[in-house]
């Protein structure tokens, strides 16, 4: 049962909406149900209290004839998730007494916009934080994205020599550059390539580790780990090096063991085994300085603070103090020195600074149509039955027996239709009465204290579906892909009470192409539900925590290609707090037809071509086939998705 069944008299709050919708339990401080139901934005949770009131975004976004589903960035949001991540790490360091700095890096993968990494290149210059890459082509942007000598430029992934060479050509513009050894041949032509160009690296090892994690990447880590040297492996490759008199380029030891890890325990458990391996190589005389860590410090998107794959059990600090204070105490006992630590968080960094705003274009409702059901001269029994059903509703029966008595007349209904004994008519009079008693069973139970399983099955039939002018695939990709969660909530309207329940469906032609799990008063839930708003006005939905993965996964399905975006900025001084500084275009049509091989310009020509010969023929004036031509142009030209403008 929802929200909309249970408390229709009582009258509606703010905090109601935020039980409901839990927007502070997955908000991360940076959003916030305002006092007049509209979603408003933190961007700087630690400083000051500017509030952004998402309404006025979009109501911007509408004066700049931006065409919606649009993505909204907050910048300030990103440089935030920086600074607290690197300012907790100093806290923690210097709370400890641990001797070793951090020294962290961005993946790029994460989301390699390249607004983005600036921003937190930017955000993170005090604190000498730097980048990671794992191919060539993130390698060839960071190199020339990570321009601080003092941060860390890491390198992950499967290597050729070129690789190799853009490596070393970052040691030769004075870079920490350091190459993550993954297999044992890339440590033989690092070796080779470094002599031939006289190039000294920075060689990190990567372990593969007997820790697991937990969740959904718990893959990355254990024998049968993609990535990695086992410690047989390890010892081989530092022997290699001392023989090859390149014991001093040896110094960071990594591991990865997974992404969102939801269990606190498996990260504390690959700190300590990751310092064991980095304490008997200390011992064995390799003057190592750092320790990699990897990412995989989750994002709590269900708000629950639990151990579900959409959430995790602790906070950034508890991941901090466990990796500090664990890699402390193991080289405290071995008596080696504290490394440097490294980490490579991408999805904490970047998920909440992202959402993406989508219209809702239409409602399609189970029981739709609803014909005349007057009785007739010669009804078949069936729709009598049924009619009567329908007529003699009180509160004295039993609504389960109502229940099953319509749905098994439904059934019959079927049989009969598909037998020729009842007519198009006739079914379709026994649909709307059947959805009439339904609506009317599911009123009877809304205060019941025990509801049974398919009446409240019934919750999910009756509910509309909204259709918004957004595809998944693009937009939400993870949540059609891996089912991940992510918080879907109406921007406007949450000061009044839903009056509605539904799940979403995008504007692809794909069945797949909805969302119908929500994280509704902290459980998943099939339905959203939806305050009143009017059809006149456009009515806009929030897909948040869209920023990590999600933003730069986005395929090509249905040719939509991406999405409009709006960079926006915190400005004190603005009446709204806020301005747009950046508009960039989504995909056009004629974008997204060339990746494909087309060629729009010939395309266009051909129509042209088709078209004259109409007009030859007399069939289309000569105006209107110039007005036709111009719009099949304009068509190729536009955005992919719904103009809901025109
Ligand atoms: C993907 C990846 C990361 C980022 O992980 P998050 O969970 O997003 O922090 C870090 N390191 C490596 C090696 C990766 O493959």
Not at 54 to 83: C, G, T, W, Y
Not at 148 to 162: F, H, M, R, S
Not at 495 to 512: E, F, K, M, R, Y
Request: aromatic share 10%.
């Amino acid at each position: 049962m929802t929200q909309s069944d249970k408390q229709p008299e009582k009258t509606w709050t703010i905090e109601d909406a935020e039980r409901v919708y839990g927007v502070s339990s997955w908000g991360g401080g940076y959003f916030e149900i305002g006092e007049n139901g509209n979603i408003h934005v933190i961007p700087e949770p630690r400083m000051n209290d500017v509030r952004i009131d998402m309404k006025a975004v979009i109501d911007e976004i509408r004066e700049e004839n931006i065409q919606f589903p649009v993505v909204v960035r907050f910048h300030d949001v990103l440089r935030s998730q920086v600074i607290t991540l690197n300012e907790t790490f100093r806290e923690i360091i210097s709370e400890a007494s641990y001797q070793g700095k951090y020294r962290g890096v961005y993946p790029i993968k994460v989301n390699q916009m390249r607004e983005v990494v600036e921003e937190i290149v930017d955000a993170g210059q005090p604190y000498d934080y730097g980048l990671e890459a794992g191919s060539k082509p993130e390698l060839l942007a960071v190199l020339a994205m990570n321009t601080n000598l003092n941060a860390l430029t890491i390198l992950n992934g499967y290597k050729d020599e070129e690789f190799l060479k853009l490596a070393l050509l970052g040691r030769k513009l004075g870079r920490k550059v350091v190459v993550v050894i993954e297999k044992f041949s890339e440590l033989t032509m690092l070796i080779k390539v470094s002599k031939q160009l006289d190039i000294a690296p920075i060689i990190g090892l990567r372990a593969k580790m007997q820790s697991k994690g937990q969740g959904r990447w718990q893959g990355s880590s254990g024998e049968r780990a993609k990535f990695g040297l086992n410690v047989s492996e390890i010892i081989k490759a530092a022997r290699l090096l001392e023989k090859e008199g390149m014991s001093d380029t040896l110094k960071l030891l990594h591991f990865h063991i997974g992404s969102q890890l939801p269990e606190i325990r498996a990260i504390k458990d690959a700190v300590n085994e990751s310092a064991r391996i980095y304490a008997e190589l200390v011992k064995m005389g390799f003057a190592l300085e750092y320790v990699d860590v990897g990412g995989g410090l989750g994002i709590d998107y269900d708000g629950s603070k639990s151990t579900a794959d959409s959430s995790r059990n602790y906070s950034v600090r508890e991941y901090v103090a466990d990796v500090v204070y664990g890699m402390r105490e193991v080289c405290d006992l071995e008596g080696v020195p504290h490394p440097n630590i490294v980490t490579e968080s991408g999805r904490a960094i970047t998920a909440h600074h992202s959402c993406v705003i989508t219209e809702v274009v239409g409602e399609i409702k189970p029981d739709g149509a609803q014909i005349d059901t007057a009785a007739g001269e010669d009804d078949h029994i069936l729709l009598k039955n049924m009619r009567d059903l329908a007529d003699h509703l009180s509160g004295e029966l039993n609504f389960q027996e109502v229940y099953n008595d319509a749905t098994q007349y439904k059934e019959q209904a079927s049989d009969a239709f598909k037998l020729r004994v009842i007519g198009l008519e006739e079914l379709g009079k026994i649909e709307t009465l059947y959805w009439q008693i339904m609506r009317k069973v599911k009123h009877f139970y809304r205060n019941a204290d025990f509801v049974p399983e398919e009446v409240q099955s019934l919750d999910f039939s009756l509910s509309s579906q909204y259709l918004c002018n957004f595809s998944i695939f693009q937009s939400a990709v993870d949540s059609w892909a891996i089912d991940q969660i992510l918080p879907v909530v109406p921007i406007t309207n949450l000061h009044t009470p839903p009056v509605n329940d539904g799940s979403l469906v995008d504007i692809t032609c794909d069945s797949d192409g909805k969302i119908d799990k929500f994280v509704i008063e902290h459980a998943i839930d099939h339905v959203l539900p939806m305050p009143a708003f009017s059809k006149d006005e456009p009515f806009y939905l929030g897909l948040f925590l869209t920023g990590a993965y999600q933003d730069v996964m986005g395929d090509m399905h249905n040719l939509f290609g991406r999405l409009n975006e709006v960079h926006i900025f915190s400005y004190d001084d603005d009446p709204q707090d806020f301005y747009i500084e950046e508009f960039v275009k989504g995909s056009s049509v004629e974008h997204v037809l060339s990746v494909m091989q087309y060629h729009p310009s010939s395309m266009a020509i051909d129509i042209k071509k088709y078209i004259d010969k109409e007009v030859a023929a007399g069939n289309i004036k000569p105006r209107e086939g110039v007005k036709w031509t111009d719009f099949y142009e304009h068509c190729l030209a536009g955005y992919t998705y719904l103009n809901t403008e025109s």
